[in-house]
Nanobody
């Protein structure tokens, strides 16, 4: 069983920053997984935010390009999401996910989420 635990959410003013972290534990290590962040606002569908594959290549949704940065620390089985210039539209529950294929095709593990509120 692989567990993903997010942290770093909170309430901030528009224009401020937050850094989210996701730590993987259990069987295996996250350095062999694609890691990603998703978010979901109330009444909305879950949407992809950013991902980072096993080679460190990143991909971002258009609505966060230039503002968010995803990174990974393989030694600590951790993926981070640095969120700058936050907007009220970024308010959502943010979820960490991992894909065993390593290249972000199908996500097998999910965290419980961390709330981000921007006002």
């Amino acid at each position: 069983h692989v567990q993903l635990v997010e942290s770093g959410g909170g309430s901030v003013q528009a224009g401020e920053s937050l850094r989210l972290s996701c730590v993987a534990s259990g069987y295996g290590t996250s350095n062999s997984y694609c890691m990603a962040w998703f978010r979901q606002a109330p009444g909305q569908e879950r949407e992809g935010v950013a991902s980072i594959d096993i080679d460190g290549r990143t991909k971002y949704a258009d609505f966060v390009k230039g503002r968010f940065t995803v990174s990974r620390d393989n030694a600590n089985n951790t993926v981070n999401l640095m969120m700058n210039s936050l907007k009220p539209e970024d308010t959502a529950m943010y979820y960490c996910a991992a894909a065993r294929d390593g290249f972000c095709f199908r996500y097998d593990y999910w965290g419980q989420g961390t709330q981000v509120t921007v006002s």
